[in-house]
């Protein structure tokens, strides 16, 4: 690879390391390109990429950046599965690790902070950002639907004693 090109892409790297919310290394021996391309189209549809890039460059573009303490696990065939949301790789990268045997999660960073592999498995169990939302937004909305039904209930009631006293002088 020339020099530039290497340049390119320890800037490209550091780009992706800075804005990352997560980031996943995992070991890919013995995986052939069929098995490769599974887990790209499935860690796209999850909104993660993955990656194999040379640990040197890896390890040059690390420097400077706030997951810069997972260098020590890039030592041999490592590809990195990344994300701006900080779950989305772990659940990903967990997800095709348990169909394939092949792929070995090593261990990552979710921001500033270093995984080892059962953390990246303790992530992959959380809920995503949308599934948080959705259940806060439950949660909100459902005092207000029970105040709703309250505050229906007592004019309800005094239609019901209303009517009862209608039919009453009726009869």
């Not at 290497?6 to 390109?33: C, I």
């Not at 599965?81 to 790789?89: E, H």
């Not at 999660?105 to 990246?120: E, H, Q, Y």
């Amino acid at each position: 690879m020339e020099k530039a090109k290497k340049a390119e892409v320890v800037e490209e790297l550091q780009g992706v390391f800075a804005k990352a919310g997560s980031v996943v290394v995992a070991h890919y021996t013995g995986m052939t390109v069929a098995q490769m391309s599974d887990l790209r189209s499935r860690c796209r549809a999850n909104g993660t990429s993955f990656r194999v890039a040379k640990n040197r460059l890896v390890m040059r573009a690390l420097k400077g950046t706030p997951v810069e303490g997972i260098s020590h696990l890039f030592k041999g065939p490592t590809g990195i599965a990344y994300s701006d949301d900080p779950i989305a790789a772990s659940k990903s990268a967990v997800a095709y690790a348990k169909d394939n045997d092949k792929l070995v999660i090593l261990g990552g960073s979710m921001g500033a902070t270093v995984l080892d592999a059962s953390g990246v498995k303790a992530v992959a169990e959380l809920p995503s950002l949308d599934e948080l939302r959705g259940r806060i937004v439950g949660l909100l909305k459902a005092p207000a639907t029970k105040l709703a039904g309250i505050m229906q209930a007592p004019g309800g009631q005094l239609a019901r004693v209303i009517g009862a006293y209608a039919k009453k002088e009726a009869a």
